[in-house]
């Protein structure tokens, strides 16, 4: 069992808050990748992370942004939250085999709501 | 941009049936495939990942098959049961990194 954690589960908080979701992982992955998820829409990558001191934005715009000062862990800040931000924000990573990327792994989701 | 499309949205089916799920895209040029399971207001659990150079994956009930040549990609589950109801995603990595996902084959298996 992938052992890759994220708190809060869920959180409910007011416009202007900055918050910042953690998101762990146990395996040594040096990949790690935050996906944000609407109500029966697909995932889209908001970022992701080689490993310690590099990350990129995906292909979706955010306005959180990350960090990984270790590899264990890679979490997500957002400065003024707003209802917009009101989604599922789930975690993952994976392990660099060679050429390509292997299984990624993905935490249990946090589930926000700005109102 | 790597377009992800599964069909059939939602499904429902009787205990014991077979059954498959379809997912196509529009990028032959993979690196791999992989399938998820999504349990409502959860994470994802990787069921399967094809390499782009191989054919098929099996896990127990499950297997997933890959072509690239016409872009498209099965699940087929056998005997299903009630258990397996859940959100089905595919998911195609084309840079080694990212996963591009479709929106999913929502499963229901009714005893």
């Known amino acids: 069992e992938a052992d890759i954690y994220q708190t809060p589960r869920y959180l409910v908080i007011g416009t202007g808050k900055k918050i910042t979701l953690e998101c762990s992982q146990t395996?040594?992955?040096?990949?790690m990748y935050w996906y944000q998820q609407d109500p029966g829409m697909e995932l889209h990558l908001i970022h992701y992370?080689?490993?310690?001191?590099?990350?990129e934005k995906g292909d979706l715009s955010s306005e959180s942004t990350v960090s990984r000062i270790r590899t264990e862990h890679f979490p997500l800040t957002l400065e003024s939250a707003r209802p917009s931000h009101t989604s599922q924000y789930l975690c993952?990573?994976?392990?660099?085999?060679?050429?390509?990327?292997?299984?990624?792994?993905f935490g249990p989701g946090t589930r926000l709501t700005v109102l | 941009k790597q377009e992800v499309t599964q069909i059939p949205a939602a499904l429902s089916v009787p205990e014991g049936e077979n059954l498959v799920l379809n997912c196509s895209f529009t990028d032959s040029a993979i690196y791999n495939l992989q399938w998820f399971r999504q349990d409502p207001g959860k994470g994802l659990t990787s069921l399967l990942l094809i390499q782009s150079s191989q054919r098929e994956q099996t896990s127990g009930r499950l297997n997933a098959s890959l072509d690239k040549s016409s872009g498209r990609s099965t699940l087929y589950i056998a005997a299903s049961q009630p258990g397996d109801s859940a959100t089905y995603l595919c998911?195609?990595?084309?840079?080694?990194?990212?996963?591009?996902f479709g929106k999913g084959t929502s499963l229901l298996v009714t005893p």
């Open positions: 395996m040594g992955h040096d990949k």
């Open positions: 992370s080689y490993g310690v001191n590099s990350t």
């Open positions: 993952a990573s994976s392990a660099w085999t060679g050429a390509s990327t292997d299984t990624q792994y």
């Open positions: 998911a195609i990595s084309n840079s080694g990194y990212a996963l591009n």
